[in-house]
Each structure stands twice: as structure tokens, then as C-alpha cells.
């Protein structure tokens, strides 16, 4: 599902806020994105001039050495030399690895979006870990170029100190990541620990690391304890993370090793996934940092380590126990914030498409003349506007209408039925209008529950007509009574004259239902029903009944409600293009009602583009609400669903050669990465999408 554009406040002409975050929708970032590559150049321009120094001035480098060490040009100081040298090169090429890797982050978070804030941490991390390599790469080479021994000192204090800053960095972000799976897990995981672990670790390593670099006497700097507990601290912090890391994902994974009976198909693949994906996600974590503590242990035993061999090739140890710290690291942060991770992947569920029984062709001229009747029929933008604005006032036909509370049920009841009544004989609503319009097709048809308010029916369609990503906004402005500034809107776009199938206003209710409820059922919950829908919502008194003298059909050819599916197959045969408008109330109670759902499915298998307006843009996520929504619609079966009239149920039924296939299907088409509901879980919030799934999976085992 494209998250659409969302237009300007019709009170303000400013942009509205996000219905996820409250943020406003950024609108670019210029001055930033100069910044940014201005930093990246004089970035890029250092990172030559280390790379290319060495080659150019071999020869001056090496006599600035000697001239340092005060010693001659023998042998043994050649072999020291290029010991230095390889060092200095392990260095330079760490610092390349994670100038491209920093490139690639920074132009990716230049486009204008909402930014996580764990991006940024990733940023500021692997820049540190750049200026890391390059001030231990000149360290190595260049020390010797600062005439001053106590400034020497200062400065070669300065690649410890980044060490320990990245460090630091590394361990925020494990921290940040893990908070902000708590709130999707909603309770702790261990975050405050690694903070604690984060501050110890620093202020060790940073109080030996200056120890080490500005000891006068030499005594702490000579200490192989110094160095060697520096190389422990790190590595038992990284344990620490690599072990709370662990027990925080498996504690996730857990509800994903029980399948529940209760929850459809595609649930069951949703929960399948995020366990193979937890389970992984665990390893990819734990042996880059196990590897990553092991190596500084190995480079910090090599300090009281007395054997010759390894005193000559200390340098080249410690240079590429930096470059493995250095590569597992940044593996592990990659792996953490999902860049090497793929989308979710689209769970593949074929079967077979709804059952229509006899074809179009086969249909009898009567079936056919009234299915080609209905296709006929629209509702413009323009006159669903002028319609909505009629109600609520004193004097006409709904003057008790409350935008708030009064559903499509109520407006069809009290409305829709009376307006259209032309003397002993009614007629559909949409055939009211200019003659000439009426003559153009709907492009457009509208799947709506008739429990939901009028107000969010009428927004949806609005919010659809201009290409905004939900009808929350349009919902407050009409709700306030902006109808007319909301129909210049859809003017300026020209989108009033778009035309849309809705069945309330194209339906001629005078053929069936104006006239009475239904047969009354005896008891439980189709009683309670059966009384809420003979009930105005607002007033609680019985709707008065439509007397006229038009003919009542609920079934067979002449009948104008059982035909929406040959309908849709004709309109989209005319006009490829045709698309169908899934209007989501704000309980999801579309997705229980027999003649939404099948009218989903149909449109799915008939190849229909649909697209899907929600009250506001959000996933469903974890708070009490989001979970009970997920659990009713995760359990939703066809068979299970509700109409207003038991024929009607019983028709669609029967039209499903199996259940099962038509429940998987359903679940698919909802839930699927190209579903109804889907949501594009990429790169920062894959892992949050599994710890998501995992608490959905949790709360419909009946755990908590």
C-alpha cells in the first residue's frame, strides 16, 4: 500500500500533522543535505591524503623516522619500520571500509523522511569509528612530527579517547535498540542494564587510557596492565551486551514456538517467520561480539606474553585485532538496525478464487439488464458533498443527525429512503442527479460497513478523491461544519466530478429494505442486532417505515442486492482501470461483515486495484486497543461473519467451495505484504515488525 500525499489544512493552508507521530511532514532539508556533503568531501579529501602520503613521500617519512628515533639507518630499525608501516596500512584501510559504509548511510538518510533515531546514533558511530582509524593511523605515522614530547603526548591521548567515545556509541545503540523494542514488547528487556554496563566500561577504559598516555614517569604506560585492562574491559562488556542481547531476543522468540488453533493460515506463516527470524537474528548478533570480545582478549594477554616472536609482531596483532573489532562491530549494528536484512518476506498463499457459479453469459436477460442498471449508477464527489451538507439542518429530513454518532444505516434510514421516494414509487438515490452526469460510470466503488458513521464513510471517500493516506483530517473538517471549504479543496484538484459506486445511495432501497426490518429472530446475539439496526443510533427511537408501493425483492433476477460481484467483473471489463475503495471504520468491523468480506475477495481474485482508507496511517500495533483489533481480525473466518439478513449470508456461502481455502485467502489478502493492511517492514523496523508479531502471538495463545 503507497502511503499517499497528504494535502493542506483548509483552515491554515499549512501541511497537517502525521497521524503516526504528530510530526509535520518534512518537506526537505537543503541546508542539511550541504552540510552533510560538505562534511563528506573534507572527509573524503583526509582519507586521500592518508591513503596516498605514504606512496608519495616514502622516502621522507622514513628519514623524518630515523630522525625522531635518533638512530641510523640499520636493519633492525628497516624491519621496525615496516612493521609500523603494515600497521599504519591496516589502519588506513579499516578507515576506507567505513567511509564507504558512512556514505552509503548518510545519503540514504538525506532523503525527507522521518528519521529514526537510531539512524542517527548509526551515523555518528561510524563516523567516530572513521576518525578512530585515521587518528590511530596517524598516530603511527605521524606522532613523531609533533616536536614537544608533552603535546606528543596530549595528542596521542586523542585516538584512546575516540576509541572510547565509539565505544560508548556502540553501546548506546544497543541500548536505544533494545528500549525501543521494549515499548513494542511492552516490558523491560534489559535496557537499563546495558546502560549501566555502558557507563562503567567507558570510565574504566578512559581513566587507563589517560593514566597510560600522560604518566609522566612512563610507569602506567609501560604496564602491560594498562593496555591489557583496557582490552578486558572491552571485552567484558561486550560479553555483558552479547548475553543480555541473547536472553532479550530469546524471551522475544519464546510465544513464537506455540502455534494456536484459534488463528487462521496466514497468522500461522506471520508467526513461523518472525521465529526463524528471531532465532537468527540471536547468532547474527552473539558471535560477531563473542569473536570481537575474544580477539581483545588474545591482544590483551599479549601484553605479559614474554616470548620474542610476539613482541616483534605485537604491532601487527593489535592492527588487526582493530580491523576484526572494527568489521564485527559494524556487522553487528548493520545487523541490528536491519541493513542487511531483507523485507519481510511475501508469504505465498495460492488458492482457489470465490465461486460464482453461473457465468455473466449465462445469466438470464432480466439478470443481466439489472446488473448493467447498477453499473450505471454514481455518486460524484460533488453530490455526496452537497448531500452531507443537507443534514443536521432544522427543517429537513434528518435534522437529529450527529456526525459523531450517526451511522450510514441511520442516514440511509432516515435520508437516503425519504429523498428518494417519488410519489407511491421510490427509486435509487444516485439516479436523482443531472441526467448528463448519470451517464458517466463510476470509476470507483466503495466497500463500507453500514455501522460505521456517515461522517467517516463521506471522509473516506474525500481523503480518496485527494489522494491522502487517511480520512482523519477530512473526518475534524467536516465533523466542524467546513463542509464548503472542503469542497474547494477537491475543486482545486478537480476531483469533484469523480464519480463513485456506493451501495447505500445506487441501490434502490425502495426494492428492499425501506418497508420493514427483516424477521424478527428470538433470542441472543442476532436479537441484539436486529434491534440496534430498527434503532436511530442518536435518538434510540425506531425508524419509521417506508409505505410506498414498490415492489420488494431479496432474491432472483429482478433483485438488486445479490448481484455486486457481476457487477464489479462488468465495470471492469469497460474500464481497466476500475478500482475498489475499502472504507475502514475505526474497530475494523469491515472485516466481519459478510458482504464486505466477500466483496474484498472477489475483488481481489477479479484483479481489482483496491485501495484502502484508514481513519488514521498506522500500523496496528501494540498498544490494548491495536492488539484486540489484530486478535479479532487474525481469528476472522468467513463462516463466522455477520449480514443483516440470514439469506444473505446463506447466499454468499454458497457461492465458497471451501472455507478453509476462502479463510486463507482472506488472511492473505489483509495481512499480506501486498494486502489491505500491509506495512512495508524494511530496514530499521524489520526487527521491531518480529518483536510485534511475537506480542500478537503471545496475547492470542492467552499467555498474559
Request: proline share 4%.
Amino acid at each position: 500500500m503507497t502511503v499517499r500525499a497528504t494535502c493542506l489544512d483548509v483552515e491554515t493552508g499549512q501541511a497537517p500533522r502525521c497521524a503516526s507521530g504528530g510530526c509535520k511532514i518534512p518537506q526537505g532539508h537543503p541546508q542539511r543535505t550541504l552540510t552533510k556533503w560538505c562534511s563528506l568531501a573534507i572527509i573524503v579529501i583526509v582519507q586521500v591524503f592518508a591513503s596516498t602520503y605514504p606512496v608519495l613521500h616514502a622516502e621522507e617519512w622514513y628519514q623524518a623516522f630515523l630522525s625522531w628515533r635518533s638512530k641510523p639507518d640499520d636493519p633492525m630499525t628497516r624491519t621496525f619500520w615496516e612493521r609500523r608501516l603494515i600497521q599504519y596500512w591496516f589502519y588506513v584501510v579499516a578507515a576506507v571500509v567505513v567511509l564507504v559504509i558512512c556514505a552509503g548511510v548518510v545519503s540514504t538518510s538525506m532523503r525527507p523522511q522521518c528519521h529514526d533515531r537510531l539512524e542517527k546514533t548509526l551515523e555518528h558511530y561510524l563516523l567516530t569509528k572513521w576518525a578512530v582509524c585515521i587518528s590511530f593511523a596517524a598516530h603511527t605515522g605521524f606522532l613523531w612530527f609533533i616536536p614537544h614530547e608533552v603535546l606528543r603526548n596530549v595528542v596521542g591521548l586523542l585516538p584512546d579517547l575516540l576509541q572510547v567515545f565509539s565505544e560508548y556509541l556502540l553501546y548506546s545503540m544497543f541500548q536505544d535498540r533494545l528500549h525501543f523494542l521494549e515499548a513494542a514488547w511492552g516490558r523491560s528487556l534489559g535496557s537499563v542494564l546495558i546502560g549501566y554496563v555502558k557507563i562503567a566500561a567507558v570510565m574504566l577504559s578512559a581513566g587507563l587510557s589517560a593514566a597510560g598516555s600522560l604518566d609522566p614517569s612512563y610507569t602506567m604506560a609501560m604496564s602491560p596492565f594498562t593496555w591489557s585492562g583496557i582490552k578486558a574491559i572491552y571485552a567484558s562488556a561486550t560479553l555483558c551486551i552479547a548475553a543480555i542481547m541473547w536472553v532479550a531476543l530469546s524471551r522475544v522468540r519464546l510465544p513464537t514456538c506455540t502455534a494456536s488453533a484459534f488463528v487462521g493460515q496466514y497468522t500461522h506463516a506471520e508467526r513461523k517467520w518472525a521465529k526463524e527470524y528471531l532465532g537468527r537474528l540471536r547468532f547474527a548478533l552473539a558471535i560477531p561480539l563473542c569473536l570481537d570480545a575474544c580477539s581483545a582478549l588474545v591482544v590483551g594477554a599479549s601484553f605479559h606474553c614474554s616470548a620474542p616472536w610476539l613482541f616483534k609482531f605485537n604491532f601487527l596483532i593489535e592492527g588487526l585485532q582493530r580491523l576484526l573489532s572494527l568489521i564485527t562491530e559494524v556487522t553487528s549494528m548493520l545487523l541490528l538496525v536491519g541493513i542487511f536484512q531483507l523485507q519481510k518476506p511475501e508469504i505465498q498463499l495460492q488458492v482457489p478464487s470465490m465461486q460464482r457459479g453461473v457465468s455473466s453469459e449465462q445469466r438470464s436477460r432480466r439478470w443481466r439488464k439489472v446488473v448493467s442498471k447498477l453499473a450505471n449508477r454514481g455518486m460524484n464527489v460533488g453530490m455526496l458533498l452537497d448531500f452531507y451538507e443537507q443534514l443536521g439542518r432544522p427543517g429537513s429530513c434528518m435534522p437529529m443527525y450527529n456526525p459523531k454518532v450517526s451511522t450510514t444505516n441511520d442516514v440511509v434510514r432516515h435520508a437516503i429512503i425519504p429523498m428518494s421516494r417519488a410519489g407511491a414509487y421510490g427509486r435509487a438515490y444516485a439516479n436523482l442527479g443531472d441526467p448528463a452526469a448519470r451517464k458517466v460510470p463510476p470509476t470507483r466503488m466503495v466497500t463500507h460497513n453500514w455501522d460505521n458513521t456517515f461522517l467517516d464513510l463521506v471522509s473516506a471517500i474525500v481523503a480518496d478523491a485527494l489522494n491522502e493516506g487517511a480520512y482523519e483530517h477530512i473526518a475534524n473538517q467536516l465533523a466542524d461544519g467546513h463542509t464548503g471549504k472542503i469542497r474547494q479543496l477537491v475543486a482545486s484538484v478537480g476531483a469533484l466530478q469523480l464519480r463513485y459506486w456506493i451501495c447505500a445511495f445506487c441501490v434502490n432501497q425502495h426494492a428492499g429494505i425501506c418497508g420493514g426490518f427483516g424477521p424478527q429472530p428470538a433470542e441472543g446475539a442476532a436479537r441484539r442486532r436486529f434491534e440496534k439496526n430498527r434503532r436511530d443510533t442518536a435518538t434510540n427511537e425506531v425508524f419509521e417505515l417506508c409505505h410506498c408501493r414498490t415492489p420488494k425483492v431479496f432474491s432472483g433476477d429482478q433483485c438488486e442486492m445479490n448481484k455486486f460481484d457481476d457487477m464489479m467483473a462488468l465495470l471492469h471489463g469497460r474500464n481497466r482501470s476500475f478500482t475498489q475503495l475499502v472504507a475502514v471504520d475505526r474497530e475494523f468491523d469491515i472485516f466481519t461483515r459478510a458482504w464486505c468480506v466477500a466483496e474484498l475477495v472477489q475483488a481481489s481474485v477479479s484483479g481489482l486495484v483496491q485501495h484502502v482508507q484508514l481513519h488514521e496511517r498506522r500500523q496496528l500495533d501494540i498498544s490494548s486497543v491495536d492488539v484486540a483489533i489484530y486478535a479479532k481480525i487474525s481469528r476472522l473466518k468467513v463462516e463466522n461473519c455477520q449480514a443483516s439478513r440470514p439469506q444473505d449470508k446463506a447466499d454468499i456461502l454458497r457461492k465458497i467451495p471451501c472455507f478453509a481455502d476462502f479463510n486463507t485467502q482472506l488472511h492473505a489478502l489483509i495481512f499480506g505484504e501486498k494486502g489491505l493492511l500491509r506495512c512495508e517492514f524494511r530496514g530499521f523496523g524489520l526487527l521491531d515488525a518480529a518483536v510485534r508479531t511475537a506480542r500478537r502471538m503471545e496475547v492470542l495463545n492467552g499467555e498474559i
